[in-house]
């Protein structure tokens, strides 16, 4: 059983073997083997018995048993420590970025200012409808689609590729093939070369000189733009494109003070009252029948037109009674009309003569004022017609602006 015991050789006490090998009295180590137990041991030292109250010098002078350096101890659990933990294996080094992502979505957020500009400011010039309003929905589609697929371009994200491809394709073959049938060659190369360029930036990750030559196409297309819209308000200023640009059955020339319009078709001249007025396109339907000449002016809801039809005898024999004729006509799209005054005469520098009513009724539940001329020309009979909300039809200079019609 004593081989089961060792003698510590610093104090000499036997113990048995225990973790680390230290003495459980003296705290040093114990490395005498456990079959070293017939080597002499040394007795005891004797131990002085402490008293009860041990002073503080005492106290202080005691022995305390500590732990001696064990050097085998640290490189063992060092070795234990290294093969848990494995050393990390270098970080490879980073690939340069060459994604033109950013620069596609800026072009996108350039495109759908561009857009908005061309809503604002260019009106359609097409008479098809149904072309208007695919135009209008088309540019209305591609701001909101191009604004949100531009902001995340610029923040990065890979996974807009795809819808960014799809947007340029339609883009491409949509809004270039629209303006290929309506022979506008130069925004067909303008549509062609914007979607080419971004897709290339987008799509995928290019060359240098792939990606400048990508860049040069998109901003050629968007510098052909801005020069288009430099060289229509030098002929026209932006702001009158933007009164009229909700207005499609507006022609996209204003009209000013003292020009006049030609009709070639029955030979007369009307002249224009005052500035800011505008031309309806001829193909739309007027308030009243065999419209030659409708004029608007769109601030002020104001209205001039002529209207040409044959002299009917037996409708009236002379030119009082083709104005009431003609008021008849007025009554029955505005029954409220109430005649405020008559005239009749030759009219100013010809030998023609005209018959006039004016008054006052309402028209779209607002109070309008009224002026209507009537004309006989050889077997033609025209009438002019002259409205405006009550407050500004002087302010317009409406007032015998029927009566100044003058053959051609």
């Not at 083997?33 to 004797?46: D, E, N």
């Not at 430099?230 to 009209?255: C, F, K, M, T, Y």
């Not at 030979?267 to 419209?291: F, M, Q």
Request: a positive charge; hydrophobic letters at 45%; proline letters at 8%.
């Amino acid at each position: 059983m004593d081989a089961d015991w060792i003698t510590c050789p610093h104090c000499a006490l036997k113990h048995r073997p225990r973790a680390q090998a230290l003495c459980p009295r003296c705290g040093r180590t114990s490395t005498v083997a456990r079959a070293s137990m017939a080597v002499p041991t040394v007795p005891p030292a004797p131990v002085r018995r402490a008293p009860a109250m041990p002073t503080p010098a005492a106290a202080a002078s005691e022995y305390v048993p500590a732990v001696e350096y064990l050097p085998e101890m640290e490189s063992a659990s060092s070795a234990k420590l290294s093969r848990g933990a494995p050393a990390p294996a270098p970080a490879a080094p980073a690939e340069p970025s060459t994604t033109t992502l950013p620069l596609g979505g800026g072009l996108l957020l350039l495109n759908a200012v561009l857009h908005v500009f061309e809503f604002l400011f260019l009106p359609s010039l097409s008479s098809n409808e149904s072309l208007r309003a695919v135009q209008l929905a088309g540019t209305l589609v591609g701001v909101g689609v191009d604004t949100l697929l531009g902001i995340g371009l610029l923040r990065g994200k890979e996974q807009l590729r795809v819808p960014a491809l799809l947007r340029l394709l339609v883009g491409l073959f949509v809004f270039g093939g629209m303006s290929l049938y309506q022979a506008q060659y130069l925004f067909t190369l303008v549509v062609c070369a914007f979607s080419c360029g971004v897709l290339a930036l987008v799509w995928g990750k290019p060359s240098a000189f792939l990606g400048g030559v990508a860049l040069t196409a998109a901003l050629l297309g968007v510098t052909v733009e801005i020069v288009g819209f430099v060289r229509l308000s030098s002929s026209q200023s932006l702001e009158d494109r933007a009164r009229i640009a909700l207005r499609p059955d507006l022609e996209g020339n204003r009209l000013l003070r003292d020009s006049t319009l030609v009709s070639l078709r029955f030979g007369y001249k009307l002249p224009i009252p005052s500035d800011g007025w505008y031309r309806h396109k001829a193909n739309l339907s007027a308030p009243e029948p065999h419209v030659d000449m409708w004029l608007s002016h769109p601030d002020v809801n104001g209205n001039l037109m002529v209207a040409v039809r044959e002299w009917n005898p037996a409708e009236a024999t002379d030119l009082l009674q083709a104005r009431d004729v003609a008021l008849r006509d007025l009554r029955t799209r505005h029954p409220d009309f109430q005649v405020t005054g008559t005239s009749e005469g030759t009219v100013p520098g010809n030998t023609s003569r005209v018959a006039t009513v004016s008054g006052h009724g309402t028209r779209g539940g607002k109070p309008f004022q009224f002026e209507l001329s009537v004309y006989k020309t050889d077997n033609q009979l025209v009438r002019v017609t002259a409205f405006a909300p009550v407050g500004v039809f002087e302010s317009l200079e409406l007032a015998r602006s029927t009566t100044k019609l003058r053959p051609n």
